[in-house]
């Protein structure tokens, strides 16, 4: 798939009632942000991958609640339950669901990509890397001090720039009273056993 043809189904998937969402600037910087980090880093990471992985990591975010629920249950029905708490992460897991079953993207890796976008995991693709990385810290949206920090690590070095992102999400959770999910957690302790 062409760049501009990614381009045009994200927009049209985020324009909702003739107004383009905010999430497709967003996902621009993450596309640009994930290019980024494959140079500085070289990484060499097929362009195609990154541009789809980031271009449809957020496909599945303007789907209402229950729409991700019917995803979840029929492809996870084991996790479900589990994943009843967390809804900030239904729309990562419904993502590669969404982008097979409307788009037609069949590459594991960028599917996986686009499920771990949210929650991280232990022991990263380098894929998995720049697209949870850019989530947070691309330069169109994301304009918080933590985030321009993050952002300055990342083009030093990923694996702390991964750590940064999880120890910064778990903040927020804890903050915000939320519950940590699982693989969030186990994949902060893998990058801070990693730091040290
Ligand atoms: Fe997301
Ligand atoms: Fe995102």
Known sequence: MTMKKILNQIKMEF???????????????????????????????????IILAAGFHDIAKLLDKSQMLDILVKNYPNEVENLLDYPQIWHSFAGPIYAKEKYYIDDEKVLQAIKYHTTGRPNMTNLEKIIFVSDYIEKITRKEASMIETRKIALKD?????????????????????????????????????EN
């Open 15 to 49: 324009t909702v009632a003739g107004i383009v969402h905010p999430r497709y600037y967003h996902t621009i910087g993450v596309i640009e942000m994930a290019l980024t980090l494959n140079n500085v880093h070289q990484l060499h990471i097929e362009k195609e991958k």
């Open 158 to 194: 990923l694996d702390s720039a991964v750590c940064k992102t999880l120890g910064d999400t778990i903040m927020y959770l804890k903050q915000t009273h939320k519950k940590i999910y699982d693989l969030t957690q186990a994949a902060y302790d893998y990058y801070l056993a990693k």
